[in-house]
């Protein structure tokens, strides 16, 4: 589950056509929700903090290059649209993904990813909380924990 989710949220690779609008910088919070292939829910509410600047945002968005061998991003104003395939340990997987920026501090997110074992379907809501925790650095992902920032990789460490 945590490697699909995984990929669904931060999925992408070499993009075509659209950029995507620029989110705020500073803290981010993504609340996902997956289902999986057989309809039960996986996962909900999985909350995870993120640390953004103008050079990280669309790594969040877009990363993982090397895994995608087609990726096209299509959309304007409010809403985008991301499908491609995708190389990941368990084989071939496709995306369709949409984002939907209500604002520069607001974005939704519904994916649906297929690999060998099904369709799995996640939902997440990404919000703007203001300055990033102390401590963190732009690129930093993690977790709260007791009200303290709990680091569980860099975007731009390629060991994360």
Not at 34 to 49: E, I, K, Y
Not at 97 to 110: C, G, N
């Amino acid at each position: 589950m945590a490697s699909g989710l995984v990929l669904a949220v931060s999925l992408a690779g070499w993009a075509q056509a659209a950029d995507l609008p620029a989110r705020a910088p500073g803290l981010w919070r993504s609340s996902t929700s997956v289902t999986g292939p057989d309809g039960q829910t996986v996962a909900r509410d999985v909350v995870t903090l993120t640390c953004i600047d103008p050079a990280t945002d669309q790594a969040f968005l877009l990363s993982g290059q090397s895994r995608c061998s087609k990726l096209n991003i299509s959309g304007a104003g409010a809403d985008y649209k991301i499908n491609g395939t995708c190389a990941q340990p368990g084989g071939t997987v496709t995306i369709d993904e949409t984002l939907h920026y209500a604002s520069h501090k607001d974005v939704q997110l519904k994916a649906d990813v297929h690999d060998a074992a099904g369709e799995m379907s996640l939902t997440s809501a990404l919000q703007w909380q203001g300055l990033c925790l102390p401590g963190m650095q732009p690129g930093d992902e993690g977790r709260e924990v007791n009200g303290a920032f709990v680091k569980t990789g860099n975007i731009n460490d390629p060991q994360s």
